[in-house]
């Protein structure tokens, strides 16, 4: 039988759990008014370390990248990350707990009627560096057509300059962003699923399973769903584990 205190020392072996927190990632984590995190992720991750009796420590990164490129070295213990293969390398994921539509936002000038259209036109994408849409678009057909920036806010300044046709991101989020750019628009169908989880560092065995554990009992008991919906995500987003 586990014992407690070695969850805890792999859970948080300095002490306390530091949650990376992705504010790439508008959907899923933002600020208040005193620039303090909040939402679903940090709904979680609290959740968690009341569960485990730890302390929590948040550490904060602006893009998916930072927090994938940092699993080995010691800055972090549990993140929220989509789910893709080349990151299971270094982090072992949950089941998916949410999922998030990626979408095409469109210049006005882009005459592409819809997604699979923009991608045989062969017109160019933006894309921001180690999301989880740019890792499964560099697999998909019209991967050489995109164009990665460091962040959001350099791609749509790409998309606002004319330098590439559409951008690709967080469905709502591009939804929103086209409301600000009169005549772009958000392209149909959704490019892909984005698959949200939680993940540990590897080499924690014990943590990994009771995390696993841990967001599968959220799901079932539907508190998943609440905390989606606290912070305006649909119910139905959230996914059965």
């Known amino acids: 039988m586990i014992s407690t205190d070695e969850l805890k020392s792999q859970y948080a072996p300095h002490g306390t759990l530091r949650v990376a927190l992705n504010h790439g990632n508008r959907i899923l984590v933002g600020r208040d008014a005193n620039s303090a995190p909040v939402g679903i992720s940090v709904d979680l991750a609290r959740t968690l370390a009341d569960t ?22 010691d800055t972090w213990d549990v993140c929220f990350l989509a ?9 072992d994921f949950t089941a998916p707990y949410v999922r998030i539509e990626g979408r095409y936002l469109a210049a006005p000038s882009c005459d ?18 180690g999301s989880a849409y740019t890792l499964t678009l560099e697999r998909k057909p019209g991967a050489e057509h995109l164009k990665v920036y460091e962040d959001i ?14 951008a690709a991101g967080i469905g709502s989020v591009m939804e929103a962003e086209g409301e600000g750019r009169p005549g772009s628009r958000a392209l149909s169908p959704p490019f892909m699923e984005i698959r949200q989880a939680m993940a540990i ?23 998943v769903g609440d905390i989606l919906e606290r912070h305006g995500v649909a119910r139905s987003c959230a996914m059965t584990v």
């Not at 789910?83 to 390398?89: H, L, M, S, T």
């Not at 592409?112 to 923009?118: R, S």
Request: aromatic share 4%; no cysteine.
């Open 52 to 73: 485990l009796d730890l302390p929590l420590e948040f550490v904060e990164f602006d893009r998916a990248v930072d927090v994938s490129s940092s699993a080995t070295e």
């Open 83 to 91: 789910v893709d293969p080349k990151r299971a390398e270094t982090i």
């Open 112 to 129: 592409a009627a819809d997604a699979t259209a923009l991608v045989q036109s062969g017109l160019p994408v933006g894309t921001v560096k």
């Open 153 to 166: 806010h350099a791609m749509l300044a790409a998309l606002d300059a004319g330098e590439v046709a559409a």
């Open 201 to 223: 560092v590897k080499g924690r065995p014990l943590a990994a399973a009771h995390l696993k554990d841990f967001v599968a009992q959220l799901a079932r008991e539907g508190k």
